[in-house]
């Protein structure tokens, strides 16, 4: 936990920096095509990777890899202006963004592949609560902190501090006793260990496959994470509109930090109540929530689009994507064997890259139509998607509604 909160901050830190640099700097262009290219450029060539990374997060040294990340991150940002003049125009900072978030996806491919082997299955829905809440509290803080030196200084400054908690979170990583290792992969000839490789991989996609209990959730966590990535492109969009001067610089960055707060805001109550709810709603049930509150908030807020508003959407769709987020985790956590977790949850990545070019795509394609009704449309989409992910659950005996040992609960509660 004391890497990741750290990690994480350092995250906050040096996406501010970049996000001004690649995003809110050149307003003169068209926005929506911008984040597009961002999302295509630096998630796109981690998206091929990603699956053999959890390969390699079901057989190297857990312990290791949390270390080695941070070292890399921070290596990485540190050394960022003695590199960058090497290359032309925004290549840089679209070469970080891209080393960053493949190095902090493992990162985090790694802590939830890790995470079932330090509590009780019991426990899962409220482990990730904690450390999925807190990781996005410490990014939040982070990013406010980023937002601040940005603005105080430059984004060079970001980035050599992000560097340096990245650095502290690798030494925290490296007290670890444990080396969380589950078996090695064997040695041999460089084509044979590939071979293998493909083969680890496709077999925890086939495992993946053929649960229900894990494909199903990944697929509604999917459907989702595009609606909450389509509301963050949204509220770009607003704060543009709001804040039109090109000199006013503290203004955009403070309306980026009131819509981040916001969404943060509302992850912060996901993580204080998910445990609460997850007693009284099933994992699955929690899922179907994430959508409807999300659904329901971009409705109301299609009907009456405004700054205010669209705060008020990032603050629920925050609680929404949170409490469905940590439900999938700890299906997916409880659905597949130790030593399948890391390919799943380098899946469960991709899922979430694939999710924010796409919904980049759909408002480039429909940047003729208002956000109003751009925002009710993808409300009726995602209340519909909600409906239908519902039955498929029905049919595969997924429960939906209170949880296993409820009544027991209760009565523990009572007494």
């Not at 936990?1 to 640099?21: S, T, Y």
């Not at 290549?91 to 978030?101: C, D, H, I, K, R």
């Not at 493992?106 to 409220?126: S, Y």
């Not at 930090?257 to 997850?278: E, K, M, Q, R, S």
Request: proline share 5%.
């Amino acid at each position: 936990m004391g890497a990741q909160l750290l990690a994480q901050a350092a995250d906050g830190v040096a996406q501010a920096g970049f996000a001004d640099e690649l995003i809110l700097e050149p307003l003169q262009q068209s926005t929506p095509t911008r984040v597009l290219l961002v999302f295509a450029v630096t998630l796109l060539p981690y998206s091929l990777i990603g699956p053999f990374t959890g390969v390699f997060v079901d057989r190297w040294s857990r312990r290791g890899l949390l270390i080695w990340t941070n070292v890399c991150r921070a290596g990485t940002l540190v050394s960022l202006p003695l590199w960058s003049g090497a290359l032309p125009g925004d290549a840089a900072p679209y070469v970080g963004v891209l080393l960053l978030t493949g190095l902090g996806r493992l990162f985090l491919t790694t802590k939830g592949a890790a995470l079932p082997v330090l509590v009780h299955e019991e426990a899962l829905l409220r482990a990730n609560s904690i450390s999925s809440g807190g990781g996005m509290v410490a990014a939040l803080v982070g990013g406010a902190a980023g937002i601040g030196v940005v603005a105080l200084w430059a984004p060079p400054a970001a980035y050599v501090i992000s560097g340096l908690l990245y650095g502290v979170a690798s030494l925290v990583a490296a007290s670890i006793r444990e080396p969380m290792v589950h078996a090695r992969l064997h040695a041999g000839h460089l084509a044979a260990r590939l071979r293998r490789v493909g083969l680890e991989l496709r077999s925890g996609m086939v495992e993946v496959w053929k649960r229900d209990s894990a494909r199903l959730p990944l697929l509604g966590i999917f459907i989702l994470r595009v609606t909450a990535m389509f509301v963050a492109i949204a509220a770009i969009l607003v704060i543009k509109r709001d804040f039109p001067e090109a000199g006013d610089r503290f203004g955009r960055l403070s309306a980026s930090g009131i819509a981040l707060g916001a969404a943060g805001t509302g992850a912060f109550i996901g993580a204080v109540t998910a445990p609460f709810l997850g007693r009284r709603i099933s994992k699955p049930g929690l899922l179907l929530l994430g959508f409807v509150t999300s659904g329901g908030a971009m409705a109301v807020a299609g009907a009456a689009l405004s700054l205010p508003m669209i705060i008020g959407l990032t603050l629920v769709g925050g609680f929404g994507a949170f409490v469905a987020k940590v439900s999938v985790d700890a299906q997916v956590q409880e659905a597949l064997p130790d030593g399948y977790r890391g390919r799943a949850f380098a899946l469960y990545d991709i899922l979430y890259n694939l999710a924010s070019i796409g919904a980049a795509i759909i408002v480039v394609l429909l940047a003729g139509f208002s956000l109003e009704s751009l925002l009710m449309s993808m409300a009726l989409v995602t209340l519909a998607l909600a409906v239908f992910l519902a039955a498929a659950m029905g049919r595969a005996g997924i429960v939906l509604g209170r949880p296993p040992g409820y009544v027991l609960a209760q009565r523990a509660d009572d007494e």
